[in-house]
């Protein structure tokens, strides 16, 4: 199989950015498979970067090269790291945009990016990810193993993702991401819902506003309600059928998001 090298960006698609990156990548790696994960994390959010990383990399074959670029530390003393996870390689900055897929998966080896050959000639201290991230996946899918790019890398920044408080009787989480659908994601997983008890015989407030019932599908949801269900990673959401949660209750990241179960 072709070596895959799967890009994951903050930088929008109406610049140039994107696209120079795969053209450092195809000079140097020509049979590569390039696949765009997403360039529209939200400029500087390096949590969303983070959670978009986790959600989509397991999907990927073996293999996979991952080049992480939410990088609001581009041109400062923030290391370059490529870290092996065993199935998966990934290279970015190391500014905690790998937290939720090491938190999965604990890397098995990880290096600084201090070898100059498998960068390009000149670094812009503006645009790494042309110059160093982009370089070091195209010499990955080429071949070259992990220890080749630097020196060994320890003490990996993470970010503190906050996770539920959970109770006999309740679920305390909150709100990690709002989707472009202004589904608004929670850090609360389906697993610990379903051994806090059933959908009927549980209670949803969001931000202090008491919302319909645990719901399948957003078409269960009538016109103007907002509702709960488990969307596609397997984690509470926030939901309006064919509007936006977020906009209708007026919350956003950080919302706090509870699961009580109701008195008999």
């Known amino acids: 199989m072709r070596p895959i090298v799967a890009l994951l960006t903050d930088f ?46 397991k ?5 996979t090269i991952f080049v992480v670029v939410v990088d609001p530390g581009v041109g400062s003393a923030r290391r370059g790291i490529a870290v092996d996870t065993g199935d998966f390689r990934f290279v970015a900055p190391d500014n905690g945009v790998l937290t939720a897929v090491l938190r999965e998966t604990p890397a098995k080896k ?30 990955l899918a080429k071949g070259i193993q992990l220890t080749a790019l630097g020196r060994p890398a320890s003490n990996i920044q993470m970010l503190d993702i906050p996770v539920p408080e959970i109770t006999a009787d309740a679920i305390s989480g909150v709100v990690l991401r709002v989707d ?10 389906r697993k610990s819902v379903e051994r806090l008890g059933q959908p009927g015989h549980l209670s949803i407030d969001a931000g202090g506003t008491t919302v ?51 008195p008999s």
């Open 12 to 57: 929008g698609t109406r610049d140039h950015y994107a696209g120079t990156m795969k053209g450092v990548i195809l000079g140097i790696c020509p049979d590569v498979t390039l696949v765009d994960v997403t360039h529209d994390v939200p400029p500087h959010d390096v949590m969303t970067g983070a959670l978009e990383l986790a959600a989509s990399s």
């Open 59 to 63: 999907y990927f074959p073996g293999g």
């Open 110 to 139: 990880a290096v600084e990016l201090t070898e100059r050959r498998y960068a390009r000639p000149t670094v812009s201290r503006t645009f790494e990810g042309r110059d160093r991230f982009a370089p070091a996946g195209a010499w």
């Open 180 to 189: 472009r659908f202004g589904n608004l994601v929670t850090n609360i997983d």
């Open 212 to 262: 319909a019932r645990i719901v399948a599908t957003y078409a269960e949801l009538s016109p103007e309600q907002v509702g709960g269900l488990f969307g596609s990673t397997d984690h509470l959401e926030i939901a309006a059928p064919s509007a936006s949660a977020a906009e209708r209750l007026g919350l956003s990241r950080g919302a706090a998001v509870a699961v009580t179960r109701k």
